[in-house]
Structure formats: structure tokens, C-alpha cells
């Protein structure tokens, strides 16, 4: 989840760069690879399964998303306001569709059954060409577009959409399994405000003002801004980082997938369910499964919760732990 000139275009030569959305987006790309560390330690089993995905980290993942799709339209601007340098911008895009063709091929190859066929960089894709649509016309018709472009989905939804070629738009009745999709509905709509903003500050001279705070040349700052100026690089990279350096910590302190796998039953159970009688529960599950020699196969996902074996356990303890102690 990235964006930079890098990824939108470069600032036109008229204009200061600003350094102050350099740290912004360093910012959010530090943010991103914190929520990408959450989803390794659920896939390396140091937290239970269904973490990453609900709860605060969802939303924390949500606000991190809207922020680089923002900082996309802001880019935008500032690199083809007012006029689009048609080279430049095609010269971005050809490297954004190749990292996120890179991204959906290695996800496909190590997880096929969920891999990333429009992810964040997909997304970042469409929207940069899309985005120089609204360039030129008023903000505050931008902004109302944007609304509208968020709202949508949470009105309108078609069976139509689900056909492979439609469901990037975000219309299904059902989200595809994927680890990491962000259709055109909802998410152009923070395209779209990034884009009713910068034209905004670009007419009441907030970014001649922005221009004026520069970070002290060698500090720390200045430093941490690298990352914001080659966010693609930093995005490509941090994931593998995370994950190798993860594979090594678990050959020396492997998880306790038994905890994980009672923490994630607990979850799930504590939606419906009282905490004691769910504390019961998993506890029984748990056990039961390692008794019965099916924890392993039911941990990889080789044997379903739903098969025979695994249900009948289910079903025993439940009666027990429904039945008062």
C-alpha cells in the first residue's frame, strides 16, 4: 500500500517539492508495514488466527489504506495540475502495473487459493488513470463524486458484479478470498478527496505555504523522508524482510500453536457465546483434537471443520461445556 512521485508522477518543476508530504507518506508506509507485521505474526502463528483481519486492526488497516489512496490524489496534482505530462505519468504506471502483476503472480504461486489479484498497487493503477478525469473540474464536485463513490457500495450491489471481469469494481454481494483487495467502490472515493484537496490548497496558496517548512538538512527528519520518496522500493521490499526474518525467529522460538488455535477458537466463539462457556469450549475442542490425533491436520487446514470427525467433537463439547459444573 504505497504511493509516491514515484508511483503518481513527479512534481512539476515549477513547483517545490514538499516535504512535508514526503514525511506524510513515510509516515503511513511505516504504519502499513506495523499492520503487515500483525498479519506475518498471525501467519507464523504468534497471534491467533482471525487477528489481523477483525476488531481494531481492521480499522487500523482501513485508515492506512484511505491514507496512501489519498496521498494518491494529492500526487496527482501536484505532478499534472494543470497540465499532465503524459511521459512521465506513463513511465509511473508502467512500473505500478508491473509491481502489482510481480505481487499477483508471487501470491498466486505461494497462495493460490487467496492470492492478490487487485490489491493496493491494482488499485493505485486504475485509480491514477481515472483520477486525471477529475483533475481540471471543481473540487467541491470532486469531493460530492468521492462521497458518492464511498457510499455506493453500502446501497447497491448486483449478482451482475460477480463475474470475474466485474468484481474489481467492489458491486458483488460478496467480497472474493483474497489477501488483499481494495476494489474501485469504495476506495477511489479517497482518490478522489486527495484530489478535491490538493486542487483546493493549490488555489488558496496552502502549498506555497507547505513549501516554506523544510526539514533540517542530515537531521532525522529529513532522513526518515527517504522513505516517502522511494515508497514503491520500500513496499516491494518490507514484506520478505518481515517475513524471513520471522521464519528465522521461529526456527530458534517456534509459536505455541496451541495457544494460538484456543485464542482464535475464543474469538470466534465470544461473538455469540459467554466468555466462560467459550473458555470451556476450546479448551475442549482443543484437547480433543490432540487426543484424537487431528490437531495438526485441522491447524494446516488439511482436514475442515466441517468433516466428520472434527464436527462430532464439536458437537460433545458443546454439550459439556453447556452443561453446568
Known sequence: MAVSHEMAGTTHDRRPRLEIVDLARALALVAMASYHFLWDLELFNYL???????????????????????????????????????????????????????????????MPATFIFYGILHSIAVSSVLGLLFLRLPPLLTLASAAAVIVLPSYFRSEVFSAPWLIWTGLAPAAPRSNDFVPLFPWF??????????????????????ALWQPAKGGAVRRFDII???SLAFYLLH???????????????????????????????????SADMCTRFCGCVTDRLIADGLFEGVRKGTIGPQSEPVATIADACTEAAQTPQ
Open 228 to 230: 516517502g520518496r522511494h
Open 48 to 110: 491467533p488466527a482471525g487477528f489481523s483481519t477483525q476488531g481494531w486492526p481492521r480499522l487500523y488497516a482501513r485508515g492506512i489504506a484511505s491514507s496512501f489512496l489519498f496521498l494518491v490524489g494529492v500526487s496527482l496534482v501536484l505532478a499534472h495540475y494543470p497540465e499532465i505530462g503524459t511521459r512521465k505519468f506513463l513511465q509511473r504506471l508502467g512500473m505500478i502495473v508491473a509491481a502489482a502483476a510481480a505481487i499477483s503472480v508471487a501470491t498466486y504461486v505461494f
Open 239 to 273: 514484506q520478505p524482510l518481515l517475513i524471513g526474518s520471522l521464519w528465522v525467529v521461529s526456527q530458534f522460538a517456534p509459536p505455541d500453536f496451541e495457544a494460538a488455535y484456543r485464542q482464535g477458537c475464543f474469538r470466534a466463539c465470544s461473538e455469540t457465546e
Open 189 to 210: 472515493g479517497p482518490v478522489l478527496a486527495g484530489i478535491a484537496f490538493a486542487r483546493a490548497a493549490e488555489r488558496s496558496g496552502w502549498f506555497a505555504k507547505m
